[in-house]
């Protein structure tokens, strides 16, 4: 790839969904997966948005150097729900007992994105949509966990609403594209400052 046909947006996750939404808003972007330690961060920040924003920092930051000159997107989402916060179930059983945990709650699934550029933040974001899970039973439960698998365990909701999760909930508050992981309107504005898309 030569300096004129780089792209100018970098990923800093391996979040196929992320990607999706990138590449269904028709903006060229590479995918730099980044590897860091969450549970550092997880055990000294307890403020859902503090948490999102560091996190979506580390991220674009592990793998800013590799790409000067070029904007490094890092995103995060975390959920909270009854003052506690949720990470991605390990495995199905964990699932189970997260969603009995949320069977009839409101939780919050909070966004942090950064965008560093030469190693310096560009820009920051933190959008927030409230979820109200009805009252499923237990039956609906074991059902849903059948269909929907281990592919729920990329989810740290343990659901994924643009497929049978939307069947867990009563009321959604909030954008779309926040509670599937990337709030894309202020991210656009953002890409559209920096000249990764036209104006």
Known sequence: ????????????????VRANILRGAGIDFEICPSQVDEDLLKGTITNGPDL?????????????????DQLVLGADQILSCDGKLFDKPRNMD??????????????????????ILNGQSAWQNTATASLTMREFTDDFLDMYLERAGTSILSSVGCYQLEAEGSQLFEKIDGDYFTILGLPLMPLLGALREHGVVAT
């Not at 999102?52 to 790409?67: I, N, Q």
Request: hydrophobic share 45%.
């Open 1 to 16: 790839m030569t300096r004129q046909d780089k792209a100018k947006l970098v990923l800093a996750s391996g979040s196929q």
């Open 94 to 115: 964990e699932a189970r007992e997260n969603l009995i945990f949320m069977r009839g709650k409101t939780h919050q699934l909070i966004n942090g994105l950064v965008l």
């Open 52 to 68: 999102a924003l560091s996190l979506a920092a580390e991220k674009a930051r592990a793998v800013a150097d590799k790409y000067s």
